[in-house]
């Protein structure tokens, strides 16, 4: 059982939009504003998507945005393209403990 | 350009002891705010993570794990080294390094390495 929770999957059409939440605890996700998000399409390495909570590297596409409220996080994906199809997953420093945890992760299906 | 590289065995015994290299270039650990930490993943299942080992020698390990856990580094040969002892059937896993720039996203992963499947089988 995984630290923080997501929902096992989601899905949606090309051009709509999803979000995918990240629900932890006061002791992370709710306690700092360190929440990372990952896309890892099959086979490959996660690669980083948004960073402390809403931040976005750079080369990410601005469609990804993320934000926080509580103990949850959220990641949107707007405009969704079929290559968007992926598992994400969140992570937050957690205090106290393991440095950092991470969700069950969320396959995203493109239909 | 940054890059990461795992390397070790592919297969190990139930009760030995794991030992990976991360192998790494476009960054070095005796710079300060450069951190590298190791997570895994089992087949089908969620990202774990692991330890970190930070450029002031600090280290970190998972709460569960630490008892199995070593970290360390040679900065001489941009590699970081993990060992787990006691392996076990449940620790099969791929196994990723990944660099942290503290001053960027303290606590985020911004390059990862490409992984390394372990298999632990008698």
């Known amino acids: ?111 | 350009q940054v890059t990461l590289r795992e390397s070790g065995p592919a297969l190990v015994k139930p009760t030995q002891t794991l030992t990976l290299t991360c192998t790494f270039s476009g960054f070095s650990l005796s710079t300060t705010g450069m951190c590298v930490s190791w997570i895994r993943q089992p087949p089908g299942k969620a990202l774990e993570w692991l330890a970190r080992i930070d450029w002031d020698d600090d280290k970190y390990y998972s709460t569960s794990l630490k008892t199995r856990l070593t970290i360390s580094k040679d900065t001489s040969k941009n590699q970081v080294v993990l060992t787990m002892t006691n392996m076990d059937p449940v620790d099969t896993a791929t196994y990723y390094c990944a660099r942290v720039v503290v001053g960027a996203s303290r606590y985020a992963f911004d390059i990862w390495g490409q992984g390394t499947m372990v298999t632990v089988s008698s």
């Open chain 1, 1 to 111: 059982q995984s630290a923080l929770t997501q929902p096992a999957s989601v899905s949606g059409s090309p051009g709509q939009s999803i979000t995918i939440s990240c629900t932890g605890t006061s002791s992370d996700v709710g306690g700092y504003n360190y929440v990372s998000w990952y896309q890892q399409h099959p086979g490959k390495a996660p690669k980083l998507m948004i960073y402390e909570v809403s931040n976005r590297p750079s080369g990410v596409s601005n469609r990804f945005s993320g934000s926080k409220s509580g103990n949850t996080a959220s990641l949107t994906i707007s405009g969704l393209q079929a290559e968007d199809e992926a598992d994400y997953y969140c992570s937050s420093y957690r205090s106290s403990s393991t440095l950092v945890v991470f969700g069950g992760g969320t396959k995203l299906t493109v239909l």
